[in-house]
């Protein structure tokens, strides 16, 4: 089954950046999505960047737009997120997670947690103003 896993998560302070990375294993098709989700506590899981592995076309939340960068999926099946500019409210637990592209009748890529099958395990990012 696909696999992925994300690593970067780390504390940094207001305005800092870091780089999440998700290593997405046993992806034996071509079309399909990844994306970014987190999650602070008491609140639900939310839609961070998203993109199509086919074309690119990519999805960003409002909140992160011009902060953060999605990149496309790789030769070594990885998928990282640049976040630059963190601020406090950026504080959560860090998903990637997947889903093939089994019709063209929805948007894509979907930004939404409940579209995507695959999940990673999270990673931490804890920013300290």
């Known amino acids: 089954e696909v696999e992925l896993v994300e690593s970067g998560g780390a504390l940094v302070q207001a305005g800092g950046s870091l780089r999440l990375s998700c290593a997405v294993a046993?992806?034996?098709?071509?079309?399909?999505?990844i994306g970014w989700f987190r999650q602070a506590p008491g609140k639900a899981r939310e839609g961070v960047a998203s993109?199509?592995?086919?074309?690119?076309?990519?999805y960003y939340a409002e909140s992160v737009k011009d902060r953060f960068t999605i990149s496309s999926v790789n030769p070594k099946n990885t998928v990282w997120l640049q976040m630059n500019d963190l601020k406090p409210e950026d504080t959560a637990v860090y998903y990637c997670?997947?889903?093939?592209?089994?019709?063209?009748?929805?948007?894509?890529?979907?930004?939404?947690?409940?579209?995507?099958?695959?999940w990673g395990q999270g990673t931490q990012v804890t920013v300290s103003s």
């Open positions: 046993n992806i034996l098709v071509d079309d399909f999505a």
């Open positions: 993109i199509s592995s086919v074309d690119g076309v990519t």
């Open positions: 997670a997947a889903v093939l592209r089994l019709g063209y009748g929805v948007s894509w890529p979907p930004s939404l947690d409940w579209q995507y099958d695959y």
